[in-house]
């Protein structure tokens, strides 16, 4: 059995790994990178079979629904099979119909179950859920001719599925011939630290929703469940409501998770943008809407609940916010990585709160493991090779790991 690393030996998104065994071939993840241009065309690695069917191209398997893993998918044959968790199968397609461009439909293939073997062709694969930031999220075990190669996606130790990484610490697939590690966290978190725990953020939420006057905008992203569940738990501690708008109502019913905030729990609310009631009009989603409007809002309600709700705030709500003349007492709470902060994209928001005095907070934790929570989970798989990837900085792994094999991308290696 072959690997290719066609990106991510030494950069942190746009991850693709190709695996070869008696000229069959399988993809696992196929991401954009996190600093990509709008074409995202330009970005496809050159690998037989993407444009045109190939049959030795058996499948395109997707660890997890981020857009680093899976944002090259729309670019690529709609012949060539699929495999992924059902829920994040769920979770793009109510996605895409809300979202500009030729978004990602996942074609059909294999809905993971964790720990069940699926046969592709050679390759024996077998998905193992674990604990990230986006929800339905898996490592994946490739077995051929008689070697065992672990791709572990990306995984953390401190999310609400923290249960899973000590399971999978305490009874892993082990020992695995070679191992793809990510180490997001190298350069960002120092050895013996830890991320701040989804109820540690819920902890602080429920502080600020305390304090806070007015409404309370979170700005989040609706696919980040962890994230939901921490703001709905604060809002139930706070005595407040949480306002979702309808993208984000089809996000949560398509996780199929009864467990999971829905519309119609009475603790929720929906409210439609300006900008979303144009696209529910043009696309006629009146099904959808009517759905989900169990507990809606108009814009003429949002000063009179203001006090008591939480919105799971985007740049869409500022300009019906300002209309329905609101924002008195209002704290903005930013909850998602520090690097989109920074881009251009946000001038707007960031000028949108300067004037009108907004307060801003950060209130995040990360979706990758602590070093500590690493390197556990390395000794638990006792692996023959550890491979960097998904990462800015593999000169450090030989520091932390036994039997570490360094390779570029578009290099062939050996398991």
Known sequence: MRVCIHRGSKQIGGSCVEVKSADQRLLVDLGLPLDAEEDGAQYLPQIQGLNNRDPSLLAILISHPHLDHFGLLAYVSQGIPSGMGPAARRIMAAAAPFLPGDWITPTPGWDFVSEVPINIGPFRVTPFLIDHSAYDAYSILIEAEGRRLFYSGDFRAHGRKSPLYERFVTHPPSPVDALLVEGSSLGRLDEDKHFPSEAEIEDELVRIFIETEGMVLVHTSAQNIDRIVSIFRACKKSE????????????????????????????????????????????????????????????????????????????????????????????????????????????????????????????????????????????????????????????????????????????????
């Open 240 to 415: 407040r409501r949480l306002v979702v708008d309808l993208y984000a109502a089809a996000i949560l019913e398509a996780t199929g998770n009864p467990r999971i905030p829905q519309s119609d729990w009475p603790e929720v609310v929906l409210y439609i943008p300006q900008a979303q009631r144009v696209q529910i009009k043009n696309n006629a989603w009146f099904d959808l809407l009517k759905r989900h409007s169990a507990h809606r809002i108009f814009i003429e309600n949002l000063k009179d609940v203001s006090t008591k709700s939480v919105l799971l705030f985007r740049p869409v709500h500022c300009a019906d916010l300002t209309r329905a003349d609101c924002l008195a007492g209002v704290v903005y709470v930013y909850s998602q990585w520090e690097g989109y902060w920074e881009r251009e994209s946000f001038i707007r928001l960031r000028s949108w709160l300067q004037e009108h005095k907004i307060s801003d907070r950060h209130i995040h934790t990360s979706g990758h493991a602590s070093i500590a929570d690493l390197k556990r989970f390395v000794s638990a798989l006792s692996p023959g090779k550890v491979i960097p990837i998904h990462t800015f900085m593999p000169e450090r792994y030989p520091a932390l790991f036994a039997n570490v094999e360094l390779h570029n991308d578009g290099e062939w290696w050996e398991v």
